[in-house]
């Protein structure tokens, strides 16, 4: 007493509240050289008793001369941690009635070395090196209405690019809009416009991965009115899938004349493609049900059409039936029960087999510009008919000889490094704007520049046409991705079908005759004669919504 302060037990227990057993515990300020807790104490509060020790503390200075503890020692007595906000003090063990030595910090493990960028690029490479699929470019084809956009929407729900939920999604929106048997086309026609009219516009883009392809969808229209756009479709294609309509009255609309069937099968060959798929559709139609009579029907019908096309039906042409609303014979084989008269294989099974098509993989760069957009830059679309391209190239874009840079390569939706021959892909580039590229420019490479002209002898096949053709005719001309106005200058001359003898200097030509004839068209084009670039040379010439005559660029002149 005497006015002096009472000396303070820093050595006591910490506060425990009588109630609250989980309030965290008073730790008090302790001493360079703390003093041992008295037994009986340190005992008093057996739910506490990890935090009721004091804290051991190691002045800095001292701690090279404190024993160090073994790793193995330390691992079998980690340390608990007292946080006061600042740092965190290695705790005394309630079995020790002195100091506790500084442990040495426990050894980890040596953790496995990170790749560096560089390797890890190259095991990526490797990987996609070992998993790399042969690319096909498949394009929908036939008459209006025969289902072509319903098989191509359901072969992405089949394949899982079209999950389940968006399908019930547009099911819903298709019946608001009293259009039930829409909804899976609607996977592909994204546009409102062909949604009301259910009409496909413009060339639908899709893809989808089998165990040993990658196959890119182009859904072309059927309407006549949009053969134009038919026409550019076809041209990036490797495979034609004709679909027919095996509907009583539909199949026969389509195949007569003025329907697209035949249209369409002629312009495939004309486009390049060599083989061709016929998908007889509708077969679980009431007026079908999976009748062989009506599918030979169909086939019997069509067979000596494609043949004069070009076709080989024992080579190129194959033909299977299906149902594009139902799936069946898409993915799986049709039911027996169904169908016990078809014993081949499913569409995917069929395209899974196709044998790899060959490509100038060596050659230089062209791609045919098929559209294009500007997006934080200006991207063009095409498929690489020749060489090979990779980021940060640079090409020539022609017929204006501008010189760009390859920003950005994309496959369907992924960003690529590089792309190789026969792909569909879009391409960022540096060093021109979109106002400055047109559909039918060609991509090229600067050694080897892609050839433009105004003036050029072909040789054509006149396909139907009423009247004569003579000097100073006029058409439109479709090559690759390019259309343009064009006429005739001269007629060279005629070419015997039978025969192959030339008959020079005709003054006119008619429907079903051959002929050499000099063309003159309204701007510059790019254009490589059939013999050197096929995908490059070959042409259809279309007048009143008709397509007039096919043929092949022979010679360059200007």
């Not at 989980?22 to 057996?46: L, Y």
């Not at 390797?119 to 990526?124: P, R, T, Y």
């Not at 095996?246 to 486009?271: C, D, I, N, S, V």
């Amino acid at each position: 007493d005497g006015g002096k302060a009472p000396k303070l037990n820093v050595g006591a227990s910490s506060f425990v509240p009588g109630m609250n057993v989980h309030a965290m515990s008073f730790v008090p300020k302790v001493p360079d050289t703390p003093e041992p807790a008295p037994a009986a104490e340190a005992t008093a509060n057996p739910q506490l008793e990890p935090q009721s020790t004091p804290a051991a503390t190691t002045d800095a200075s001292d701690a090279s001369a404190q024993p160090t503890a073994t790793p193995e020692e330390a691992a079998a007595e980690p340390a608990a941690t007292v946080d006061n906000g600042a740092s965190s003090t290695p705790a005394v063990s309630e079995q020790r009635s002195s100091p506790t030595p500084e442990l040495a910090p426990v050894e980890a493990r040596p953790a496995e070395p990170k790749p560096t960028p560089a390797a890890a690029a190259a095991a990526s490479a490797d990987s996609k090196a070992d998993a790399v699929l042969d690319n096909i470019n498949i394009v929908f084809i036939g008459h209006v209405d025969a289902g072509k956009s319903t098989i191509g929407g359901h072969l992405m729900y089949l394949t899982g690019q079209v999950d389940k939920r968006t399908l019930e999604k547009y099911e819903k929106e298709a019946k608001e809009k009293n259009r039930e048997s829409w909804y899976l086309s609607w996977a592909l026609d994204t546009n409102m416009e062909e949604r009301e009219k259910g009409k496909t516009v413009e060339v639908g883009r899709a893809s989808f991965t089998t165990e040993r392809k990658h196959f890119t969808i182009l859904d072309a229209p059927g309407h006549r009115s949009f053969v134009p756009n038919m026409i550019g479709g076809a041209a990036q294609a490797d495979v034609a899938i004709l679909v027919i309509s095996a509907r009583r009255g539909e199949f026969e609309t389509g195949f007569e004349r003025g329907g697209q069937t035949r249209e369409h099968a002629m312009l495939a060959k004309t486009a390049g493609v060599k083989h061709l798929v016929v998908l007889i559709n509708k077969m679980d139609d009431q007026t079908v049900e999976w009748s062989e009579t009506r599918y030979n029907e169909c086939k019997n019908k069509l067979t000596p059409y494609l043949k004069q096309v070009g076709f080989r039906p024992k080579n190129d042409v194959y033909f299977m039936p299906v149902s594009g609303l139902t799936g069946a014979g898409l993915k799986n084989r049709v039911k027996e029960s169904d169908c016990p008269w078809y014993t081949g294989p499913s569409f995917i099974d069929y395209l899974d087999d196709l044998p790899s098509i060959t490509r100038q993989s060596s050659g230089p760069v062209r791609i045919p510009i098929v559209d294009r957009y500007k997006d934080m830059g200006t991207i063009i679309m095409g498929k690489l008919e020749s060489g090979a391209i990779a980021k940060g190239q640079q090409l020539i874009l022609m017929p204006n000889k501008s010189s760009v840079e390859v920003l950005t390569v994309f496959n369907d939706e992924d960003e690529v490094t590089s792309a190789n021959t026969g792909e569909n892909i879009r391409i960022k580039l540096k060093g021109v704007e979109e106002e400055d590229v047109s559909p039918g420019f060609v991509l090229c490479s600067p050694g080897k520049l892609c050839h433009t002209t105004r003036v050029f002898d072909a040789q054509v096949v006149v396909l139907e046409y009423k009247s004569i053709i003579c000097a100073g005719y006029g058409a439109v001309l479709h090559v690759h991705t390019a259309v343009e106005d064009v006429r005739i200058i001269q007629l060279i001359c005629t070419i015997d079908k039978k025969t192959g003898q030339k008959k020079p200097g005709p003054r006119f030509i008619k429907q079903d005759m051959q002929a050499i004839v000099r063309f003159e068209t309204s701007g510059v084009i790019c254009l490589e004669t059939f013999k050197e670039f096929p995908c490059l040379g070959r042409f259809t010439l279309r007048d009143e919504g008709r397509s007039v005559a096919v043929g092949k660029v022979l010679k360059l002149v200007s």
